[in-house]
């Protein structure tokens, strides 16, 4: 997951809200770009100030630690993010005043990788793509031949 953007030292937080008919409220929070250890400290941070209003702080302390849990699971065990990284977080979550439970809905994180990395590929990846690539060429060729072919022969039929 990397995308190449400008890095802005701005705080970014974002909310989003919609009412669905069942009563619980949806809400969509970003961090803005940060070191991937500062996440959780971050998301808690922007959760109870975007939803400070709408939910009971205590619920946020709570349920935002349980999806923090959640979500270092995701970055550090499945997708093997260094603490240094620049990621960007955005989640969705889900309020439900009768039960005061925030829920985790669909997360997206977006990890920034520095341009040595994106620019210092082996010499042997980059052999082989260039192999693949003509190759690639050369079928293409072959197959604007057999259209052109198969348009003439339709075309005279």
Same mark, same amino acid.
């Given at each position: 997951?990397?995308?190449?953007?400008?890095?802005?030292?701005?705080?970014?937080?974002?909310?989003? +809200?919609? *009412? &669905?008919?069942?009563?619980?409220?949806? $809400?969509?929070?970003?961090?803005? @770009?940060?070191?991937?250890?500062? $996440?959780?400290?971050?998301? !808690? !941070?922007?959760?109870?100030?975007?939803?400070?209003? +709408?939910? &009971?702080?205590?619920? %946020?302390?709570?349920?935002? +630690?349980?999806?923090?849990?959640?979500?270092?699971?995701? /970055?550090?065990?499945?997708?093997?993010?260094?603490? /240094?990284? *620049? %990621?960007?977080?955005?989640?969705?979550?889900? $309020?439900?005043?009768?039960?005061?439970? @925030?829920? /985790?809905?669909?997360? =997206?994180?977006?990890? $920034?990788? &520095?341009?040595? =990395?994106?620019?210092?590929? &082996?010499?042997?990846?980059?052999?082989?793509? =260039?192999?693949?690539?003509?190759?690639? =060429?050369?079928?293409?060729?072959?197959?604007?031949?057999?259209?052109?072919?198969?348009?003439?022969?339709?075309?005279?039929?």
């Amino acid at each position: 997951m990397a995308n190449n953007n400008k890095v802005n030292d701005e705080t970014q937080t974002n909310e989003t +809200s919609t *009412v &669905p008919i069942q009563g619980k409220t949806t $809400y969509q929070l970003s961090t803005g @770009l940060i070191i991937a250890a500062g $996440y959780a400290n971050k998301l !808690r !941070r922007v959760a109870l100030v975007s939803l400070g209003n +709408s939910v &009971p702080k205590d619920v %946020i302390i709570r349920d935002i +630690s349980e999806i923090n849990k959640k979500l270092f699971d995701e /970055l550090i065990i499945k997708n093997k993010i260094d603490k /240094l990284d *620049v %990621i960007r977080l955005t989640v969705k979550l889900v $309020y439900d005043p009768e039960n005061k439970k @925030l829920e /985790l809905g669909e997360y =997206k994180i977006i990890r $920034y990788l &520095p341009e040595e =990395k994106c620019t210092n590929v &082996p010499q042997e990846d980059l052999l082989r793509l =260039k192999e693949e690539n003509e190759k690639l =060429k050369g079928e293409m060729s072959t197959l604007k031949e057999k259209l052109k072919e198969l348009e003439q022969m339709l075309s005279s039929a």
